[in-house]
Each structure stands twice: as structure tokens, then as C-alpha cells.
């Protein structure tokens, strides 16, 4: 599996298993310890794309909890791509961006404060 975090959205870029691998139980391990690791508070989703002639990635990916967000017609090459997700708890993300706020909002207290003192 190749992923990549942006933005607080994790895509799952690319995945294979070879095939003499393919009747064990390694798509299921796999997909759950990717959603597993990044479920920790810190990404509110996961993405993936596949072809929508790929019937096997469609199968797991439903299977395994990933709803399919949009239709990409003519997207890569021309092929129609599905777009999936799972959704994350964020409490991580929340507690940043409120611990962010108020440091912006003192800030900006300080800022009118010497600006007020100027005058």
C-alpha cells in the first residue's frame, strides 16, 4: 500500500497483492490495519480510487466499510475511476484548530492593543 497524508485527508494511492497471495486473508489485514493506524484522532478521512471494471476492488472496498463518493468519467487515460472514502473521528484535528483559534484571537488582542497604545 502507497498512501499519502494531505490536508487531513489520507489517499490510499496504490495497492497490490500479488497473486499467489491473492486467496489469503492479506486484503483483509491489510485494509484493516490502514484504516486502523490512521484512525488516531489526526485525519478526518481516508480516500482511494479505482476503475469501475475493477470488480474485486469494488467487492473489498464495500466490504470493508468504504462508501463510494463520486463517478470519474474519462478521468486517467480516459477510464472511468470511483472515488471512495471512509470517515475518521478528527477529535485531534478539532483540539488543533480550537488551540489555533485562540492563539490567532490573542494575537490579534495584542496586535489592537499596542496598535491602541500608538495612538
Known amino acids: 500500500m502507497i498512501s499519502g497524508p494531505d490536508n487531513g485527508v489520507v489517499f490510499l494511492y496504490w ?17 484493516t490495519f490502514f484504516k ?3 484512525d488516531n484522532g489526526n485525519w478526518h ?3 482511494t480510487f479505482t ?19 463520486a463517478h470519474l468519467e474519462k478521468h486517467i487515460f480516459g ?9 475518521l473521528e478528527k477529535k ?11 492563539v490567532a484571537l490573542a494575537e490579534l488582542r495584542t496586535g489592537l492593543r499596542a ?5
Open 15 to 31: 495497492s497490490y497483492i500479488l497473486p499467489e497471495f491473492r486467496n489469503s486473508k492479506l486484503a483483509i489485514v491489510g485494509n
Open 36 to 38: 486502523n493506524y490512521f
Open 45 to 47: 478521512k481516508l480516500s
Open 51 to 69: 476503475r469501475t471494471d475493477n470488480r474485486t476492488a469494488l467487492i473489498i472496498l464495500k466490504r470493508f466499510g468504504w462508501t463510494e463518493a
Open 79 to 87: 477510464e472511468d475511476y470511483k472515488i471512495f472514502e471512509v470517515a
Open 92 to 102: 485531534r484535528l478539532l483540539a488543533i484548530a480550537r488551540l489555533l483559534f485562540q
Open 115 to 119: 496598535c491602541c497604545l500608538r495612538l
